[in-house]
């Protein structure tokens, strides 16, 4: 004979949501910049699609920063937000 019965339920949806934001917080807190290898890694897209999506716009080049003929970065948060808008005016 059972001593209690619990039934918990749980908004699946929610929970999803909270970890995302926190994971998202996190990002924030830990990228400074990030390179074309990250930001295909984070955005799920293709180098090829950032190219020529992304990266060819002019706000985007803004937020570029490199040595002559070295390695590409860009502003995390900056970068990230410039993002956003470009898909918005899709």
Same mark, same amino acid.
């Given at each position: 004979?059972?001593?209690a019965e619990i039934n918990v339920s749980v908004n699946q949806a929610e929970i999803? $949501?909270?970890i995302n934001q926190k994971i998202e917080e996190q990002l924030k807190e830990? @990228?400074?910049t990030w $390179? @074309? $290898?990250q930001m295909s890694k984070r955005t799920c897209m293709s180098k090829t699609f950032l190219e020529n999506e992304f990266l060819h716009d002019p706000r985007m080049r803004l937020l570029e920063r490199r040595k002559e003929k070295g390695k590409r970065f860009w502003f995390y948060e900056q970068s990230l937000e410039v993002m956003k808008e470009i898909m918005n005016e899709w």
């Open positions: 004979m059972p001593i999803r $949501d909270y830990s @990228l400074f $390179d @074309l $290898d």
